[in-house]
């Protein structure tokens, strides 16, 4: 990790950290969540957004009131609220992406979940979804959520990521595989 994500993630942990205290103990920690997605919602549909809390160029002023009038319109509670104004006087919003991030995952933790990030050569069916599902908390012991993606390029199988472990049965990576093990032997 470079020196500078390592920093920014830094920055992120102890914003994440604090929400999630003040959230846990007024008992807001499903509102917190629903904030979440509706602020993860934003940023992944508004360029102008994300320009906005990424560009130095913005003065503190003009994206604490912006991010005032985002949060207020989108209905974020106050503790979401305060921590985007304090953020944006103290020119931190470009983390806010890696915040929610954290956060998402301390409330999945709180909630006693994992979630598993599984990309598959075709979409999956709800019925393969819960059954991975059904497998993977029998693995991790922990209620699993899927967050599917499709890539067709894995040609068929599935990449599965839970936290620090990975498994893939690709077959894409049974290929590339095999082709190793032609080229050490001829």
Avoid: C, W
């Avoid at 913005?58 to 207020?72: D, I, M, N, P």
């Avoid at 979804?129 to 040609?155: C, F, N, P, R």
């Amino acid at each position: 990790m470079s020196e500078s994500a390592s920093i920014s993630s830094g920055i992120a942990e102890r914003y994440a950290t604090a929400v999630f205290d003040i959230a846990k103990e007024a008992g807001e920690l499903p509102q917190l969540e629903s904030n979440l997605d509706d602020l993860g919602a934003a940023l992944a549909g508004s360029a102008d957004l994300r320009d906005l809390i990424q560009s130095p160029v913005h003065s503190r002023e003009a994206q604490g009131a912006a991010l005032a009038a985002v949060a207020a319109k989108m209905g974020l509670s106050a503790t979401m609220k305060n921590v985007l104004s304090l953020m944006a006087s103290k020119r931190r919003l470009f983390v806010v992406p890696q915040m929610i991030a954290q956060l998402r995952d301390m409330i999945a933790d709180e909630k006693g979940e994992a979630t598993a990030e599984v990309t598959s050569a075709t979409p999956l069916t709800d019925a393969q979804a819960k059954k991975l599902a059904e497998t993977l908390k029998a693995q991790v012991g922990k209620d699993v959520k899927i967050k599917a993606t499709v890539d067709d390029s894995l040609i068929g199988g599935l990449v599965v990521k839970v936290g620090s472990k990975m498994i893939d049965t690709s077959i894409r990576s049974k290929l590339n595989s095999l082709q190793n093990a032609m080229k050490e032997v001829g």
